[in-house]
């Protein structure tokens, strides 16, 4: 089980990147821990005629701390994330969800950027960066642009990216001291690709309270302000507060229409919003203390 | 095709390689380290996992081109690593492997857990052995042995230090030289035999290996026979190195070269041919001998490049009257004791290799009888030791049958 032929390439810069892939002709595809992308090409589900590879270009491994937000470079690994290389700004989610994608072996090659490029529904970053309110930073030959993650995605394997367009980095805001988070993952075994993928995320201090669901057979549904759909301010007991009718609304909009992916949805979500609000309570207790 | 430098277990590797070449497949067919297993090829299975810069990846959906200048360490390279070598004994106290294909990856990931997540338990253990399939054992075996481990680990290996971003993937900055994929290896390299030998007459590269860990870790074999020829004879037949070496099947002497007045060495090669298993061990060998004592000592390694393995050897032969059972006649004993490395270390059953020594033994004394003699060898010698080809001819059973009637065993 082999790819098919292809040139290799291996800039190390991002401009000679997008100059390599921007030669249509080519069937140029760009690589970076080749986790996702290289099980296809074995698969000989993806042909590319070229491929780019992005991981020996230096700007895509830094990570720069400002004010209110960190910027990870696209080409920092879930390991990275998952043991504190990276700083965390965001309460402790992006490295519980990190640790929680895929296998060790997998998490120390695979990608930020790569998954958020390749856009598996069921994968795990553009729900969770989506959920922290996160920006991609793109650089093409015509210059840059930002994209919120949670507008990265069209529909499945499908992105705003253009061909040449590469995803530099991703600018996650820093949360508040206050904020509460619950993630609920749903797979019938460790490390394989969600059924049902939720999170809940309140940070008081920026005003926040959002919600995400992945795994839906297509993009991501992120739901800016959740109050509406909890009926009320994030608090206590969330999870009962869940109105039902305002979730089958949302996926009705998406054309979600399985029964099981529909089930699965709900439950994920209800969980994150218990665990979210459990965070709440003890952290509250903490406060009393 | 292009050329991907690399460093594996410790040793520098650089070939050309086509762009679609896996790292495992680069592991496996160019540099025939087959201890990496090739399952599902699309990450799933965890079988191809190594240590890439010192952390586990999986190796089949790593391309070798993107591991230009990594570190990287198979199962091959973890022979003296010493978190790996509590893991092996612990795999076979609690019966942690069955079929094997699983275990050098799961060796792989459990040395992950052992050094990385100290307060591990059983659940999490699981949880992390999830990217690791196993169809025969049911995972308790295996568990139980990082259990423990866990519970009295050795000293572990220094913390790898990290860079960001994907593991084997470098940046072309702290690149400075050729020396510099190898400054992050995380084990020392293993104790084989250098691959490219010297010329000179091999006595530096004999002086370098460790010929105790031969006699400790090593095959060992014990064989005695008589010829009837006076013990003053046999002696002297058996100080000339080059007439020993032409009464050994499979042996060519190419050069000869004496280091002092009892040492002599010997370079050339000995072929060996086990059914569809070839290999031709070229290398140096040195001969040390105790005139008043009548006895010798060999140390002899080698390589077969063809399947980049290699081979220490020490044999020991004393020389004695044969006493009553054979008047006026030698009776020789000889002990052996050797260390297969590489691709056919994978046969090293001692079973089957006693009986090709045996086999060897019984050609050798073959050959000796009639070199002492002055009469050609009694049957024609092919130029390879062809284990099995005497055992299927009648020519073959009948030396057997000979033979074990010389010696008394049969």
Not at chain 1, 90 to 99: K, R, S
């Given at each position: 089980m082999k790819p098919a032929v292809f040139d290799y390439a291996r800039p190390g810069t991002l401009v000679e990147a997008a100059r390599l892939l921007a030669d249509t002709g080519a069937g140029a595809k760009a690589m970076a821990g080749s986790q996702s992308l290289g099980p296809m090409m074995n698969l000989r589900l993806a042909r590319p005629g070229r491929v780019v590879d992005l991981t020996a270009i230096p700007a895509l491994r830094a990570v720069t701390r400002r004010a209110d937000a960190l910027?990870?470079?696209?080409?920092?690994?879930?390991?990275?994330?998952?043991?504190?290389?990276?700083?965390?700004?965001?309460?402790?989610?992006?490295?519980?969800?990190?640790?929680?994608?895929?296998?060790?072996?997998?998490?120390?090659?695979?990608?930020?950027?790569?998954?958020?490029?390749?856009?598996d529904p069921a994968a795990d970053w553009?729900?969770?960066?989506s959920l922290v309110g996160a920006v991609a930073e793109l650089r093409s030959p015509r210059g840059g642009r930002e994209v919120a993650v949670s507008e990265l995605m069209v529909a499945s394997f499908t992105t705003v990216l253009e061909p040449d367009e590469i995803i530099a980095a991703i600018r996650v805001p820093v949360a508040g001291a206050g904020a509460r988070w619950g993630w609920t993952k749903l797979s019938s075994k460790v490390g394989e690709f969600a059924h049902g993928l939720a999170g809940v995320f309140?940070?008081?201090?920026?005003?926040?309270?959002?919600?995400?669901?992945?795994?839906?057979?297509?993009?991501?549904?992120?739901?800016?302000?959740?109050?509406?759909?909890?009926?009320?301010?994030?608090?206590?007991?969330?999870?009962?507060?869940?109105?039902?009718?305002?979730?089958d609304r949302r996926l009705d909009e998406r054309d979600v229409v399985d029964d099981y992916v529909r089930a699965m949805a709900r439950v994920a979500l209800a969980r994150a919003a218990a665990q979210a609000s459990a965070r709440q309570a003890s952290a509250g207790e903490g406060e009393r203390a | 095709m292009r050329t991907v430098a690399l460093?594996?277990?410790?040793?520098?590797?650089?070939?050309?390689?086509?762009?679609?070449?896996?790292?495992?497949?680069?592991l496996r067919e160019t540099l025939s380290l087959t201890g990496t297993h090739v399952g599902c090829e699309h990450g799933v299975c965890g079988a191809c996992t190594v240590l890439i810069d010192g952390v586990p990846a999986r190796s089949c959906i790593t391309f070798a081109a993107a591991c230009e200048g990594?570190?990287?360490?198979?199962?091959?390279?973890?022979?003296?690593?010493?978190?790996?070598?509590?893991?092996?004994?612990?795999?076979?106290?609690?019966?942690?492997?069955?079929?094997?294909?699983?275990?050098?990856?799961?060796?792989?990931?459990?040395?992950?857990?052992v050094t990385r997540l100290p307060?591990?338990?059983?659940?999490?253990?699981?949880?992390?052995?999830?990217?690791?399939?196993?169809?025969?054992?049911?995972?308790?075996?295996?568990?139980?042995?990082?259990?423990?481990?866990?519970?009295?680990?050795?000293?572990?290996?220094?913390?790898?230090?990290?860079?960001?971003?994907p593991v084997g993937a470098r940046t072309p900055e702290p690149r400075t030289g050729p020396e510099a994929p190898s400054a992050q290896l995380a084990q020392p390299a293993p104790s084989g035999v250098a691959v490219e030998e010297s010329d000179t007459d091999g006595a530096a590269d004999i002086a370098a290996q460790d010929w105790d860990q031969v006699m400790k870790d090593g095959t060992r074999l014990a064989q005695s026979f008589t010829v009837a020829f006076p013990p003053s004879t046999v002696w002297r037949f058996f100080a000339d190195a080059g007439r020993v070496a032409g009464c050994m099947p499979g042996a060519r002497v190419s050069a000869l070269g004496v280091t002092d007045g009892r040492r002599q060495s010997v370079r050339g090669e000995v072929r060996v041919k086990l059914g569809p298993i070839v290999g031709a061990f070229g290398g140096v060998a040195e001969i040390e001998t105790d005139?008043?004592?009548?006895?010798?000592?060999?140390?002899?390694?080698?390589?077969?490049?063809?399947?980049?393995?290699?081979?220490?050897?020490?044999i020991r032969y004393d020389v004695a009257d044969a006493g009553s059972g054979t008047p006026g006649g030698t009776r020789v004993d000889v002990t052996l004791a050797f260390l297969l490395s590489g691709t056919l270390a994978q046969i090293g059953r001692s079973g089957l290799v006693r009986d090709v020594a045996d086999h060897v033994t019984r050609q050798f004394v073959r050959n000796l009888e009639a070199a002492l003699s002055g009469t050609p060898a009694a049957a024609p010698?092919?130029?390879?030791?062809?284990?099995?080809?005497?055992?299927?001819?009648?020519?073959?059973?009948?030396?057997l049958r000979f033979f074990r009637r010389l010696f008394g065993r049969g």
């Open positions: 910027v990870i470079g696209a080409c920092v690994t879930h390991a990275d994330i998952e043991d504190g290389r990276v700083e965390d700004v965001t309460a402790g989610l992006l490295p519980h969800v990190a640790g929680r994608i895929a296998y060790r072996a997998v998490r120390n090659r695979g990608t930020l950027g790569g998954s958020l490029a390749h856009a553009l729900t969770a960066l309140a940070d008081p201090g920026r005003g926040t309270f959002r919600a995400a669901i992945g795994a839906l057979d297509t993009a991501p549904i992120v739901i800016d302000d959740a109050a509406p759909l909890f009926g009320g301010p994030f608090g206590e007991r969330l999870d009962q507060r869940l109105d039902e009718a305002a979730l | 460093s594996v277990n410790g040793r520098p590797a650089a070939a050309p390689v086509a762009a679609r070449t896996s790292l495992a497949d680069y990594a570190s990287v360490t198979t199962i091959e390279g973890l022979e003296t690593d010493p978190v790996t070598d509590a893991l092996r004994a612990a795999f076979s106290r609690h019966h942690g492997l069955q079929c094997g294909f699983c275990t050098p990856a799961m060796l792989v990931t459990a040395r992950d857990i307060d591990a338990d059983e659940a999490r253990i699981r949880a992390e052995l999830s990217g690791n399939l196993c169809r025969c054992t049911g995972y308790v075996g295996i568990v139980a042995a990082i259990r423990e481990v866990l519970a009295a680990p050795p000293a572990a290996p220094a913390p790898v230090e990290r860079a960001l971003g005139e008043a004592a009548m006895s010798g000592t060999v140390r002899g390694l080698g390589r077969d490049a063809n399947s980049d393995s290699r081979a220490r050897v020490v010698d092919e130029g390879v030791l062809d284990a099995g080809a005497a055992a299927r001819s009648v020519l073959g059973a009948r030396l």
